[in-house]
């Protein structure tokens, strides 16, 4: 009852509307006709008051077309028709609207009046077509009623439909209850199987070793995903199918296991060696326990792998590296007491060899002694490269200029049987590196790649940029992240096998013949660019070739240019006073006789304390302090500060087997800093004197 009566009163108040809006609207109507017609008056106005039946015309019968006029007629103020123009014939609807009293014809008029004077009148007959307007909109009330007449019988018919789901909802509730019930029983048993289940599953599955069981013949049953990742299977149908024994690297490795299973029942911490699908070897320590059936027989065997590879390669690099290090400080100090008597054996032959006529039997066999001398001053210099404990002045550099530099020499190094080849990067960063050292790496591979190589043969010299990122060092054991520049040296030789691969870098360790190698070539490349921060990889095949990959890290300095070697005369002084401290006695006299036959004033002393009393002595200016970095009572560095506090204006130049870090950070000089190497000859000590004395 309440639904029909919102229905009804819907209709009354959409009617009431519907009767408002058409009575407003044909009000608005008619006024809007009065004003069109007046707006008529004003503009034939114009067209009466001079007479222009034409243009009137025009325009009246333009305005019967568009504002449904039935006619419009003009008269001038005597009332004699001036113009008179008829609209189009009604259309069917309009004579249909017409007959039933729908659309009246309503007569509208309106004087016209020319520079504020009545000239005549504009009368017209127009049919009020309204009844359009009317229907259109009692159309779209009627639709509106409709619609929500429409949409209360949805919301009527959706309440009814939830009451009854609502009903029905409660009486099925009471049956999943019941049913519920029932079902919680059943699934509390189950899901206590399946908790056991997945957690045996989980346990399995995601174990952090590889977890297998297998048949006592070796026939595996069943394993994890770490087990597949161990061996390097590609899914578990190729593990199932490759048997257990043929993944231990010997079989007897897999026959002593199962003998301790067997006897003890269960083997934990058991260390094996395995094979992976791709032939690589790895270290695996294996807990496993053995299953018996009822007779007592052995059923199957269920074990866990750990792959312990990684930390047996990080045990073998942390013996190698403590081996090398202990190496090295061996090395550096034989070097440094071997250094101090060449350096007298080799500046002693320079002196003799002065006062000696080339024609003389006896220059020859001086030769000879400084050329033995040289050849062991080389050695030790290998021994300080390979302990990195040579003092070295980097500088910034492009490594394509400083290769191309030496180019024509490792030509002649390596022979005219041999193919050169020279490929450079287009654009490479800058590296710090002594130019030196640069030489020494490229000597050495050279040497070693010539060596390597039986008859004819090529040799390839290339660089380039690499950039390594930590999750490619993860996997690329030895390799260091960040932005590096590469030298690689290539051969087609005879390669090496894994033993002297692993070897390689050893101090004294050659496969060349007695006599034909000290074994401290890659050793001292190994500690030069160690020295640099930078690393070595090594690629090699038997019958195929070797090539090394030396990464220098990257530098953000501007490349310097390189000193060349001067062909200018020996320097020579012109008495100024230097000053010598050496607490080794052979080299203290022959540095003095050097410098005295050099034309220099010599002051020398072995002790710090008593050169430092000398200098305060002196009357006089000292101009140059040559003092040994390692001695008693102080180091070189402290004897240098002593000396330009008494002395502001003094040069300093620092000498040594090596530096002990006194003058050098890790063997790199500061700059500024003027240092010559153990041993020298008089050429090398008569340039150093004359650049420190003249430096500005």
Partial sequence: MSHQKTTILAAVLLLALFCAVVLVHDHYARKKAHARIASHADIVANALWNHNQQGAAQYLSLACRSHNYASIVVRDIRGKIFQHSSGEAPTPLDRFFTALHLMPRVTLSSPVRYDNKVIGTIQAEWNCDTIYFDIIFLVVLVMVFAIFQLYRGLVHEKKMLEERVANRTGELSAVNTNLQQAINKHKKSKQALEQSEERYRAYFEENIAGAYISSPAGQLITCNREYLRIFGFADKRQALDTAVSDIYNTKSDRDRFLENLVRKKRVSGHETIFRRTDGTLIHLIENAAAVFDENGNLDHIRGFLLDITEQRSLESQLIQTQKMESIGRLAGGVAHDFNNMLNVILGHTDLALDKVDPSDSLHNNLQQIRKAASHSAEITKKLLGFARKQTISPKTLDLNETVEGMFNMLRRLIGEDIDLLWQPAGKLWPVKIDPSQVDQILANLCVNARDAIADRGKITIETGIKTFDTSYCADHP????????????????????????????????????????????????????????????????????????????????????????????????????????EDEDAILELLQAMLLQLGYAVLAESSPCKALELARAHDGRIHLLITDVVMPEMNGREMAGQMTALYPDIRLLFMSGYTANVIAHQGVLEKGVQFIQKPFSMQQIAVKVDTALNEK
Avoid: W
């Avoid at 894994?498 to 190698?517: C, H, M, R, S």
């Avoid at 690393?535 to 953000?556: D, W």
């Fill in 478 to 581: 030895g390799f260091v992240p960040g932005d590096f520049v590469l030298l690689a040296v290539s051969d087609n030789g005879c390669g090496m096998d894994q033993d002297t691969l692993a070897n390689l870098f050893e101090p004294f360790f050659t496969t060349k013949g007695v006599g034909k190698g000290t074994g401290l070539g890659l050793s001292t490349v190994y500690g030069i660019v160690k020295q640099n921060n930078g690393f070595i990889n090594v690629y090699t095949e038997q019958g195929t070739g070797t090539t090394f990959h030396v990464y220098l890290p990257r530098s953000g300095d501007e490349t310097a240019d390189i000193p060349k070697e001067s062909s200018a005369p020996m320097p020579t002084g012109n008495g100024e006073t230097i000053l010598i401290v």
